[in-house]
């Protein structure tokens, strides 16, 4: 079936432009073009829409509202901005309910290229409901320890914006929508970032306070709550910074280039954030996994997930990761840290980096995780495990 | 008469003679001694009268100094000494040229300053003087003259008012710099607008280009086919199946919408980039550089410009009317300022009409733009249909900093930048009439005379 895409401009020419350059893409998309947020939402309505491609300023309703508003009639709808204004506020507005942000003019591939890899990411998940409930979701909750601490920096006049970053890439979810925003194009910086010290610096202490404070992006999760649903949310985060440092000195240690070393690390520190997601919207599923890992192992982990999920944790935190524009190689390491052997790759990757560092990190647990011996041995370096396993004590 | 008889008269005769000298003689002793009592007190009047006015003089805190015709210093008060930083004994005697700066009398004494020129009058002038430390400084210099029995004498009172012209220059230089910097600001926001009025055609002028490459690519696909087929032809080796290829290919690349869409493609494209040309051609008028004079410029033109170059403020609220008057004289302005003036009026009218405008709603408001010429003067009316000024801050909305706006959206700077220079600087006026939730109208008249206009 033809994917629907809904493209939402107030000049006619650019959607007549837009229209025309996807024309290659006919067979595949079947694509409807309006030129203002009501009737975008009169059509939604009627008949839902895949992806939505919406400007930001038009009259009447601009992009943030129709996003808002599309998000409760269709969560599992793939939104992205398209959008000529620089203004800061503008952007600020859709920060929470868009999933990518471009801005024109923008290369048609790379919106092209947008489009299709969030529809490619939606094949990790087949379970229609969960792909609508991670597409609604505008952010992830922070640790309330941490959140706090950042509130309180922002309100010190004293404090670095270094400081700031270093806070943020202690948290989860501040790491992850931190990313997603300076990657989005609307930060107009055409590089990919994948530490959140930098993020912090590019955006700048006045962005960073107008996005905490008043937009409220990061949010505290109610820890006791998960606690009482048998979900440690300390212990992942203790877990994700130790996979993220290990991952990181493996990569180091083969000689991986720089990019490959920031996205381990930052794969590494996300590659369980599926395991939140699920906390959160889905809880009973994700006791039941628990319990199915300490019967079964990883296989029984595995078998759990398919039967309840139809897809992994990973696949579940690499769909909002892709679908959040974060960096390719991060997405993929995340998708696959179980089963690093489903993708052909036969190059050393954050993947790899991820997927060692989370055996290493789990190896006193006995629980029957094992690294993934054919893929190692396909990349040639199965005899490096003694090596990196003593990285990982030091 | 016998002997004894004239002698008892002649002493009769000599005693009062004598008493008649001695009676004179204490009348004049005691009129010297009044007149003694009188001139001692005198005295001590004059005295008391010269401490009292000296002490006044030193007490003055203005310079007070006399010099004679000659232009040397005869007396010098104490705030005289203080500001030229001199004492009294020093500067008496001297030519009081020394404490002016030299290219003030060109050469000549202070006291040809005066020849003729005075009377009973008081000249005022503001010179710059010259301090010991030959410091130049700015100073108000009075000039009066007086005569002393025979002797002609200028008294000279100076006030040093380097203070004054400090904190007159810190207040020229703060309201460029308030003007610069709302300036910078309205490019700042301008240049965020502009880009976008930018952003949008080039969007689409490169989609379209990549659609006409696309098309291109297919278009010659097509040929490919159409040359075999008349090659085959030609050898008389056409077969259905080649001929039914052909027509699959056509379909395939949907020749038809080729067909309609690549006209339609090259128009759009074409006429983005004549958006981009304009609002570029805008921007150049609009920004003025270096114009720091008063020229004769068609207003109307500036009007144009100033509405392109703001269309992303206004578009999303208001259409735009311009009634402009053809028959415009061109009218000396400073360009810059007044492109500023008119800016801040549309960006106004376009905040006052999203403030009426419901939410939601898709309907805009009108902005329209007039200009006429009404006797010696060149009107221009900028009429909004938004929210109104309501009466009880009409009185206040041209004051600096004065604004109803939220932090972010306004700095209370527009009207008050538009008063001073189309007032100020133009010799203009502005003025507006106003109906609470109808609309409002700014009227600027500037005068089409360049002898009428003040020069800033
Ligand atoms: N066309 C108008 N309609 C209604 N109110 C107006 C209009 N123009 C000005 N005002 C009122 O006058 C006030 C002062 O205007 P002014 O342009 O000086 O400052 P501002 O628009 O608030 O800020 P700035 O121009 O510095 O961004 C405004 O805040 C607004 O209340
Ligand atoms: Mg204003």
């Not at chain 1, 990790?124 to 379970?127: A, F, R, V």
């Given at each position: 079936m033809k994917k629907r895409i809904l493209f939402v401009d107030d000049e006619r020419d650019l959607l007549n432009g837009l229209r025309r350059a996807l024309r290659g893409q006919r067979k595949e998309w079947e694509m409807t073009f309006v030129g203002s947020g009501k009737e975008a939402l009169e059509l939604a309505e009627s008949n839902p829409f895949d992806a939505i491609v919406t400007d930001m300023?038009?009259?009447?309703?601009?992009g943030a509202q129709l996003l808002e508003e599309l998000v409760h009639l269709q969560p599992d709808i793939v939104r992205i901005v398209l959008s000529g204004q620089s203004d800061k506020e503008m952007v600020m507005k859709s920060v929470l309910p868009a999933h990518q942000y471009l801005n024109k003019p923008c290369d048609i591939d790379h919106l092209k290229n947008a489009i299709i890899r969030a529809f490619a990411l939606r094949e990790?998940?087949?379970?229609d409901k969960l792909v609508a409930l991670i597409s609604g979701m505008e952010s992830l909750p922070s640790l309330p320890s941490l959140y706090l601490k950042l509130v309180g920096m922002l309100q010190d006049?004293?404090?670095t914006v270094r400081a700031v970053g270093e806070m943020l890439a202690k948290d989860l979810a501040m790491t992850s929508k931190v990313l997603q925003l300076v990657n989005s194009a609307f930060f107009g910086l055409g590089r990919r970032i994948t530490n959140p010290v930098d993020a912090a610096s590019l955006l700048g202490m006045n962005v960073i306070k107008g996005l905490v404070l008043?937009?409220?992006i990061f949010s505290q999760c109610d820890q006791s709550k998960l606690q009482s649903q048998g979900f440690s949310v300390d212990r992942l985060w203790a877990h994700s910074s130790k996979v993220a440092s290990i991952a990181k000195r493996i990569a180091v240690a083969e000689h991986a280039e720089k990019s490959v070393v920031e996205d381990s690390m930052l794969a590494g520190f996300l590659h369980d954030i599926g395991k939140l997601i699920l906390a959160l919207n889905l809880p009973e599923i994700l006791q039941q996994l628990q319990m199915a890992s300490q019967d079964g192992g990883l296989a029984g982990l595995h078998h759990a997930e398919e039967m309840a999920l139809g897809t992994t944790h990973g696949g579940v935190g690499a769909y909002l990761l892709g679908l959040w524009g974060l960096p390719e190689g991060v997405v993929s390491a995340v998708a696959f840290?179980?089963?690093?052997?489903?993708?052909?790759d036969a190059e050393f990757s954050a993947l790899t980096a991820v997927h060692v560092a989370d055996v290493l990190a789990n190896d006193d647990a006995s629980d029957g995780y094992d690294f993934d011996h054919d893929y190692l041995q396909r990349l040639g370096i199965e005899d490096r495990i003694e090596a990196w396993r003593q990285l990982a004590l030091e | 008469m016998n002997q004894v008889e004239r002698f008892a008269r002649r002493c009769e005769r000599e005693r009062s003679a004598r008493n008649q000298a001695e009676r004179l003689l204490e009348e004049k002793s005691l009129e010297l001694y009044h007149a003694n009592v009188g001139l001692k007190q005198l005295a001590r009047d004059l005295a008391e009268k010269e401490q009292r006015s000296s002490s006044i003089l030193d007490a003055a805190v203005d310079g007070i100094v006399t010099v004679d015709e000659q232009g040397r210093i005869d007396s010098f008060n104490h705030a005289a000494e203080m500001i030229f930083g001199c004492s009294q004994k020093e500067a008496i005697g001297l030519d009081f040229s020394l404490f002016m700066e030299s290219d003030e009398m060109n050469g000549g004494s202070i006291g040809d300053l005066s020849v003729g020129v005075l009377g009973n009058r008081t000249m005022i002038r503001e010179i710059n003087g010259k301090r010991s430390d030959e410091t130049i400084f700015p100073m108000d210099l009075a000039l009066s003259e007086t005569y002393l029995g025979e002797r002609r004498l200028l008294i000279l009172v100076i006030r040093d008012i380097s203070q004054r012209k400090q904190a007159e220059l810190e207040r020229v230089k703060m309201e460029l710099q308030l003007r610069q910097a709302q300036k910078l600001e309205a490019i700042g926001q301008l240049a965020a607008g502009i880009a976008h009025e930018i952003n949008t055609p080039t969007q689409f002028v490169s989609d379209n280009t990549s659609f006409l490459q696309d098309a291109f690519q297919d278009i010659k696909k097509l040929c490919g086919f159409r040359h075999r087929v008349i090659e085959a032809v030609e050898a008389d080796t056409l077969t259905p199946e080649l001929i039914e290829t052909a027509k699959a290919v056509a379909d395939d690349i949907d020749i038809d919408y080729l067909h309609d869409e690549i006209p339609e493609a090259i128009e759009q494209s074409l006429e983005g980039l004549r958006r981009i040309k304009k609002i570029v051609g805008a921007m150049k008028e609009f920004s003025h550089?270096?114009?720091?004079e008063k020229s004769c410029i068609d207003i109307n033109q500036a009007i144009r410009s100033t509405v392109e170059v703001s269309r992303n403020e206004w578009k999303y609220f208001a259409e735009m009317v311009l009634e402009l008057d053809p028959a415009l004289p061109a009218t000396p302005c400073l360009p810059g300022e007044l492109n500023q003036a008119i800016l801040n009026l549309i960006v106004n009218a376009a905040h006052a009409i999203e403030d009426q405008a419901e939410d939601d709603s898709d309907s805009l408001g009108t902005i329209t733009i007039r200009t006429l010429k009404r006797d010696e003067r060149v009107e221009i009316k900028v009429t909004d249909t938004g929210c109104g000024v309501s009466e009880d801050i009409s009185g206040r909305i041209f004051d600096p900093f004065f604004t109803t706006k939220q932090v972010g959206k306004g700095t209370g700077q527009g009207l008050a930048i538009a008063y001073s220079s189309i007032v100020d600087r133009h010799g203009g006026t502005i003025g507006l009439e106003s109906e609470i939730g109808r609309g409002t109208t700014f009227t600027i008249t500037l005068p089409v005379n360049m002898a009428s206009v003040k020069t800033g």
């Open positions: 300023r038009m009259p009447g309703m601009d990790l998940i087949h379970d006049s004293d404090v008043s937009i409220g840290h179980h089963d690093p052997g489903a993708l052909p | 550089p270096g114009t720091e």
